[in-house]
């Protein structure tokens, strides 16, 4: 599984509640499915919850997991072309893709993009903290 890799790292950070049993590794995309709830991102437009800053092994007993809000992470695209300075959001699983209108209304927009989609897949991305 792809992760997002942080380049700089964050300041905020925010705790959330996750399943006991899930493992998540770090730098996972969460999106936000209840009340602070939170787990791994699996399609277009999830409600963004942050980004991991700490696997969460599972089956501890544990049931909270630390998610940066902001900072920047190179993170995967889908197929769709990025250009730097555009707004993206959730586009699937650990990936995002270009914010349409949509994205703002239900929240899923991650951040800005810092570079343009090129062969690899990967562009940085500006964490908004919100």
């Not at 700490?54 to 900072?71: M, Q």
């Not at 586009?91 to 090129?118: C, F, M, P, Q, Y």
Request: net charge negative.
């Amino acid at each position: 599984m792809v992760v997002a890799l942080c380049i700089v790292a964050p300041k905020q950070i925010v705790t959330r509640i996750c399943d006991e049993a899930t493992p998540i590794p770090k730098g996972t995309l969460m999106k936000l499915s209840g009340t602070n709830l939170v787990v791994a991102s699996d399609g277009n437009d999830n409600v963004f919850g942050g980004i991991t800053t700490e696997e969460f092994t599972g089956g501890e007993g544990l049931t909270h997991v630390s998610c940066a809000i902001d900072g920047v992470f190179l993170i995967a695209t889908t197929a769709a072309a990025i250009t730097a300075g555009q707004m993206v959001n959730i586009g699937a699983t650990n990936a995002v893709l270009v914010a349409d209108s949509a994205a703002w209304i239900l929240g899923s927009v991650v951040g800005k993009a810092e570079e343009t989609r090129t062969g690899t897949n990967l562009i940085r991305v500006r964490l908004m903290g919100f």
